[in-house]
């Protein structure tokens, strides 16, 4: 979702359709199954940042038992010590 929005404002030059396809096809990437409202409840004790999509990608990861996160925000790096770029 994140990456669509990126592309809406002119930030980035794919719909975030196309990068999901390109990550899936490239490197065998795939959207993560956990349900959404466990994640939502772990993004509640991000409070680290404002931003509600950096909440959700980092609950993401630590609900997915602290997968590694991949991500060139160093905000996200300082905070969450798997994020890898």
Same mark, same amino acid.
């Given at each position: 979702?994140?990456?669509?929005? #990126?592309?809406? =404002?002119?930030?980035?030059? #794919?719909?975030?359709?196309? %990068? #999901?396809?390109?990550?899936?096809?490239? #490197?065998? +990437?795939?959207?993560?199954? +956990?349900?959404?409202?466990? %994640? &939502?409840?772990? &993004?509640?004790?991000?409070?680290?940042?404002?931003?509600?999509?950096?909440? =959700? =990608?980092?609950? @993401?990861?630590? %609900?997915?038992?602290?997968?590694?996160? =991949?991500?060139?925000? @160093?905000?996200? &790096?300082?905070?969450? &010590?798997?994020? %890898?770029?």
């Amino acid at each position: 979702m994140e990456m669509e929005y #990126l592309f809406e =404002i002119g930030r980035t030059k #794919l719909p975030g359709k196309d %990068v #999901l396809r390109k990550l899936e096809h490239e #490197l065998g +990437l795939h959207l993560c199954e +956990l349900p959404f409202a466990e %994640v &939502a409840r772990a &993004a509640l004790d991000e409070k680290w940042t404002r931003d509600p999509f950096d909440r =959700i =990608i980092v609950a @993401q990861a630590k %609900v997915n038992g602290f997968a590694p996160l =991949i991500s060139a925000d @160093q905000e996200i &790096a300082k905070r969450y &010590a798997r994020t %890898v770029w």
